[in-house]
């Protein structure tokens, strides 16, 4: 049985590929950051105040303040769209973070939600039933999955 990649916590083995995690992507200083501006007009002061903050969750609840100014509403395609675009500059501004993607091989990734098994959580994530399996669409697990194939490992583990 292959074990999957978890993401969970930011300090967990696998949590640099949680939007939380201190990464930059362009001028914002975390996935997170990026992610929830990009919900917003540029000339935006939401956009403004996501960036003055430090902390990624403090960016998301200001994001979630504000989610009747939004202009890509929450799991629509366009935030999907994003999602990828910011996780793909994560990984070319980052290049060990690459080689890491690729060092999971063909292993599954999920980004666990049982925790916090809402909407918002189901759609990016998973939440782990008592069977063992997952349950939820895992976007960003899908999404981490698809660059890897990209970035040449193959679906037995392969790298080209």
Request: proline share 4%; with cysteine; charged share 25%.
């Amino acid at each position: 049985m292959i074990d999957d990649v978890v993401i969970r916590k930011v300090r967990e083995a696998y949590g640099w590929l949680g939007n939380m995690s201190p990464y930059s992507v362009g001028l914002w200083p975390t996935a997170e950051h990026a992610f929830q501006a990009l919900r917003f007009a540029d000339i935006s002061d939401v956009r403004k105040r996501i960036m003055s903050v430090a902390n990624p969750m403090t960016a998301k609840k200001i994001a979630k303040e504000h989610a009747s100014e939004m202009i890509v509403q929450p799991r629509s395609e366009p935030d999907v769209a994003n999602m990828r675009r910011i996780l793909k500059l994560k990984l070319e501004q980052h290049p060990l973070l690459l080689e890491a993607l690729r060092a999971t091989g063909n292993r599954p990734i999920v980004e666990d939600c049982t925790a916090r098994a809402n909407d918002s959580g189901l759609f990016w994530g998973a939440a782990r039933q008592a069977d063992g399996t997952w349950h939820g669409t895992n976007m960003l697990g899908v999404l981490w999955m698809k660059l890897r194939l990209e970035h040449g490992v193959t679906s037995q583990g392969i790298l080209l």
